[in-house]
């Protein structure tokens, strides 16, 4: 399986720019997505093949990155971006990283 | 507006079997692959089965091959998982979900206990 790495928190204050990140095990070409998950919620779509915005998404969100190296921008960052992160990929069957906290100071 | 709604859960004892079901609306059904993907308690998300739009093809993870079956009505634009043979690992929420091949609707999940 394709192991996803991701930091297992972080903490920022409202404003401020925060990446994510997540490294793959193995090359995974630009086939990485990004969900937003708040407790007791069910996970929400970000980001899409590495760079394109869902839609309805705000464009303070981006995504870069291939192969195996990706970001998750937040910028700025608001007290509604509070949740856990996660990264996913669909280029060998389909795993998920273990989540990054977010929490706001 | 797509919807995805989720049913079936709830309390089952190692050995025995439940089946989940998943209505979805708002979208032409038949038109897409679905996706199962659950999470243990405070854990992450995994991967658990997919179906092919026309439900010619189903694929698994390792740990549930043999033990749940994934199936759809596109009549009744409904998707379902049969699991059998349940262990306490299999203890999490379920959720249904869009696979475009990443989710891009997901349900409000229900939740499968596991315990004697």
């Known amino acids: 399986d394709t192991v996803l790495t991701q930091s297992p928190a972080l903490a920022v204050s409202p404003g401020e720019r925060v990446t994510i990140s997540c490294r793959a095990s193995?090359?995974?070409?630009?086939?990485m997505h990004w969900y937003q998950q708040k407790p007791g919620q069910q996970p929400k779509l970000l980001i899409y093949?590495?760079?394109n915005l869902e839609s309805g998404v705000p464009a303070r969100f981006s995504g870069s990155g291939s192969g195996t190296d990706f970001t998750l921008t937040i910028d700025p960052v608001e007290a509604d971006d509070t949740a856990t992160y996660f990264c996913?990929?669909?280029?060998?069957?389909?795993?998920f990283g273990a989540g990054t906290k977010l929490e706001l100071k | 507006e797509v919807q995805l709604v989720e049913s079936g859960g709830g309390l089952v004892q190692p050995g025995r079997s439940m089946k989940l079901s998943c209505a979805a609306s708002?979208?032409?059904?038949?038109?897409?692959?679905m996706a199962w993907v659950c999470q243990a308690p405070k854990k992450g998300l995994e991967w658990v089965a997919t179906?092919?739009?026309?439900?010619?093809?189903?694929y698994y993870r390792d740990s549930v091959k043999g033990r749940f079956t994934i199936s759809r009505d596109n009549a009744k634009s409904t998707l379902y998982l049969q699991m059998d043979s349940l262990r306490s690992e299999d203890t999490a929420t379920y959720y249904c979900?869009?696979?475009?091949?990443?989710?891009?609707?997901w349900g409000q999940g229900v939740m499968v206990t596991v315990s004697s």
């Open positions: 979900a869009r696979h475009v091949p990443f989710f891009d609707y």
């Open positions: 708002g979208f032409t059904f038949n038109n897409y692959d």
């Open positions: 179906i092919s739009y026309d439900g010619s093809s189903t």
């Open positions: 193995e090359s995974v070409s630009t086939g």
């Open positions: 093949g590495a760079s």
């Open positions: 996913q990929q669909s280029w060998n069957d389909y795993t």
